[in-house]
């Protein structure tokens, strides 16, 4: 992971998004609306090899800022609808539903959760300090992860 000089996660969001692009352009032939494959096995092809890309130390970069997170989200919205082969007019949470896929803000959300849960039962009793935010300031709008849960 990497931050740039102004401290936020725009690089590493922008390659995140560039890697999406790239895979979603060598898989276009098994996921485009021409394909022969099944719905279902298309869905199969994104978890597998997409989705993985942009939840690659999501508990680090969902503290993003809401444009970051919605680059991200926009990348998943072209996915899904190469996917299916949506027309225009579908509207994005339908295409989510059907396809019973969450979106990224959800999904932040569930690694967030997790991510807790596994500090608050680690053996290490120091890993619960991480969890502890009365000690913060809150000047600025910066979101740490147990603020996403």
Avoid at 130 to 144: A, C, E, F, G, Y
């Amino acid at each position: 992971m990497h931050l740039d000089s102004c401290l936020n996660w725009k690089h590493h969001v922008r390659q995140k998004k560039m890697h999406i692009k790239e895979k979603m352009r060598e898989l276009y032939w098994l996921v485009g609306p021409h394909s022969e494959l099944t719905i279902e096995n298309k869905r199969l092809l994104y978890v597998a090899i997409i989705k993985p890309i942009w939840t690659h130390g999501i508990q680090l970069w969902g503290c993003a800022s809401k444009s970051n997170i919605d680059t991200i989200q926009r990348c998943q919205n072209i996915a899904l609808r190469t996917i299916t082969a949506a027309y225009r007019f579908e509207r994005n949470d339908a295409i989510h539903r059907d396809m019973m896929l969450h979106t990224i803000a959800e999904e932040i959300q569930k690694f967030a959760r997790k991510h807790e849960r596994r500090l608050e039962d680690h053996i290490n009793p120091m890993s619960i300090e991480l969890l502890d935010n009365s000690k913060d300031i809150k000047r600025l709008k910066r979101l740490k992860p147990y603020d996403l849960v």
